[in-house]
C-alpha cells in the first residue's frame, strides 16, 4: 500500500521560510516523477514545482528564485524549501507522484496535504 505524508507546514510571517518533506512508502520512488502542488481558498490546484528523474526541477514564475525542490531517492523523500514567503503563497500544498509527467491529472498517488498560512 502506498503511503505518500506531507509535514513541515505552518504559519509564518511574510518574508519567512519553511521547508516542506514528503515522505513515500510502498512504491519504487526513484521510478517516479514527483511534484508539489498547493490550492488556495477558491483558486484552483497549480503545480509549485516537479522533480523529474534525472532532469532539473521545474517551477512554477510564482516559485522561481524562492523555492527549491530535492529528492533523495535513497530516502524516499521529496523536499522543498521555500523562502521569502509572502500571502500569495498561504495555501495547503500536497506531494504527489506520477510514473508520466507532471501534471496534476496524471499523478498516481497524492499525499493529504500540508497547511501553509502566511501572515503579512
Known amino acids: 500500500q502506498v503511503q505518500v505524508v506531507e509535514s513541515g507546514g505552518g504559519s509564518v510571517q511574510a518574508g519567512g521560510s519553511l521547508r516542506l518533506s514528503c515522505t513515500i512508502s510502498?512504491?519504487?520512488?526513484?521510478?517516479?516523477?514527483m511534484a508539489w502542488f498547493r490550492q488556495a481558498p477558491g483558486k484552483e490546484r497549480e503545480g509549485v514545482s516537479c522533480n523529474w528523474r534525472n532532469d532539473p526541477p521545474w517551477y512554477s514564475d510564482s516559485a522561481k528564485g524562492r523555492f527549491t525542490t530535492s529528492r533523495d531517492n535513497a530516502k524516499n523523500t521529496l523536499l522543498l524549501q521555500m523562502d521569502s514567503l509572502d500571502s500569495e503563497d498561504t495555501a495547503m500544498y500536497y506531494c504527489a507522484a506520477s510514473l508520466r509527467d507532471c501534471f496534476g491529472s496524471s499523478m498516481d498517488y497524492w499525499g493529504r496535504g500540508t497547511q501553509v498560512t502566511v501572515s503579512s
Open positions: 510502498g512504491l519504487n520512488f526513484a521510478d517516479y516523477i
